[in-house]
């Protein structure tokens, strides 16, 4: 079967670091996805990441490791409009979701 | 560039009845994904259209089907409403879907926010 695994939750603290770790078991592999969804807004497009490595746009970044089936997103200085889900998608023939990581930022 | 529209942003119906659902793609983009959201299972691929030709389908019931016409735009409908079938309906264009790199993103737009009674 195909998977992607994420935390439910995290909670971290204004101007902090966190990290959402993105597990995948899929038969095929297309490139990973990460989106960001406020609570009644549709997802809006993070990074995408298709070589293994790291992908830096800001205060996001993306790790991806193609062998190990894992990928991160990393934000840094942390603000609390970042309190949002963090989706990880994975493109095979079709775009899988993961159910997403609901991030609370705390002042 | 206008974004991804859908219409209509509400809608509320009952079970039995059918509904269809409009997508209007980012001018330029060719493909047209729809999910449905549901806080349960998270975001679920319905099916993918490229070109008028749906490209892959997801796990879902004959009740649920669509199309696309020769301006990209895409329509999707269920029949025979069940009240599992509340949901936020998401579509998503991108220009060619195919994992070419910059050309893969997709795009949402607003969602359809069906509930079905």
């Known amino acids: 079967g195909q998977n992607i695994d994420q935390p439910t939750e995290m909670t971290a603290t204004e101007g902090a670091i966190v990290q959402i770790n993105c597990t995948y078991q899929t038969s095929g592999f297309n490139g990973l996805f990460w989106y960001q969804q406020h609570a009644g807004e549709a997802p809006t497009f993070l990074s995408y990441n298709v070589l293994d490595g790291l992908e830096e746009k800001g205060r996001f970044s993306s790790f991806l490791s193609r062998s190990k089936g894992y990928s991160y997103l990393l934000l840094k200085e942390l603000q609390m409009k970042d309190s949002a889900s963090y989706l990880c998608a994975v493109r095979n023939d079709k775009i899988i979701f993961g159910k997403g990581t609901r991030l609370h930022i705390l002042p | 560039k206008a974004g991804v529209t859908q219409t209509p942003r509400y809608l509320i119906k009952t079970r039995g009845q059918q509904v269809t659902l409009s997508c209007s793609p980012i001018?330029?983009?060719?493909?047209v994904s729809w999910y449905q959201q549901t806080p349960g299972q998270g975001l679920q691929f319905l099916f993918e259209y490229f070109s008028e030709t749906q490209r892959n389908k997801g796990n879902f019931p004959g009740r649920f089907s669509g199309r696309q016409f020769s301006n990209s735009r895409s329509e999707m409908n269920v029949s025979t409403l069940e009240l599992g079938d509340s949901a936020l309906y998401l579509c998503a264009s991108s220009l060619l879907g195919q994992g070419k790199l910059g050309q893969e993103t997709q795009y949402f737009g607003p969602g359809t926010r069906l509930l079905v009674l």
């Open positions: 001018s330029g983009h060719r493909s």
